[in-house]
């Protein structure tokens, strides 16, 4: 899957630079036959300007360092590519902190996580199995920006246990005057496989949802 994603992204480079060099190319050959034309019939008593010739040439000459360096720069850009490829392979079977609303509860963990903005005083945590509430708790701080990890006893509003499984949650928060403030919800899942997409590689997770590799916040 790797190779059908970079590689296709390191020949599509080529292909633009390759056809860059050829239309350079062409030009000069124009040039150089339009040069030849002009000197060979040149008015002896009204020689061609050669001022102009040598500018032109320098012109194409930038424009043939341009190419060369844009091709350089595709072929690196390819290889960096290949590169995180790679480094995101090896997140197969780690656990990754995530902004999420699903929460794969365990027997022993229910990894849920959320940070606040700035001005929070409470915070409301609603757990569904389903479109069914589960259990509503109270978030444990409102301090900005720090990660806060959610407790739950695994009990329904009833007090029943509530098997393993997967949950969504809604997290809200609000100020002393009961205005929102954004709260972000984030949990912990592992890796259970890579997909290369055109928007970049894609983690499929234990929690049964896709995210892109980019919006890991850190690798346990």
């Known amino acids: ?28 050959e ?15 008593l009204e020689p061609v300007d050669s001022t102009q010739f040598v500018s032109q040439l320098a012109q194409l000459t930038q ?29 197969i079977g780690r656990d990754v902190l995530v902004p999420s609303n699903q929460v794969r509860m365990t027997d022993t963990e ?24 589960v259990r509503e708790l109270d978030g444990p701080s409102t301090a900005e920006g720090e990660l806060i ?3 739950w006893d695994r009990l329904d509003a009833a007090g029943m246990p509530v098997p393993p499984g997967t949950y969504r949650v ?9 205005d929102p403030v954004p709260v972000a919800s984030l949990t912990t899942a592992q ?9 970049g590689p894609e983690l499929l997770l234990g929690n049964g949802e896709t995210v892109l590799s980019q919006v890991v916040q850190s690798v346990l």
């Not at 190779?3 to 030009?27: F, Y």
């Open 170 to 178: 809604e997290l809200t928060a609000v100020d002393a005057e009961g």
């Open 63 to 91: 424009v043939e360092q341009s190419v060369a360096t844009n091709s350089n720069l595709e072929s690196i850009g390819g290889m960096l590519s290949a590169v995180a490829a790679m480094s995101d392979l090896q997140l």
């Open 110 to 133: 229910f990894p849920l996580s959320y940070q606040v903005g700035a001005g929070a005083s409470a915070v409301n945590i609603k757990i569904y199995s389903g479109d069914n509430l």
């Open 1 to 28: 899957m790797i190779d059908a994603t970079t590689t296709s992204g390191v020949a599509a480079a080529s292909t633009a630079s390759s056809t860059a060099s050829s239309k350079l190319a062409e030009n000069y």
């Open 30 to 44: 124009s040039f150089l036959t339009l040069l030849t034309a002009q000197i060979s019939n040149q008015d002896p």
């Open 191 to 199: 890796v259970e496989r890579v997909d290369f997409t055109a928007q």
């Open 149 to 151: 990890d959610v407790t």
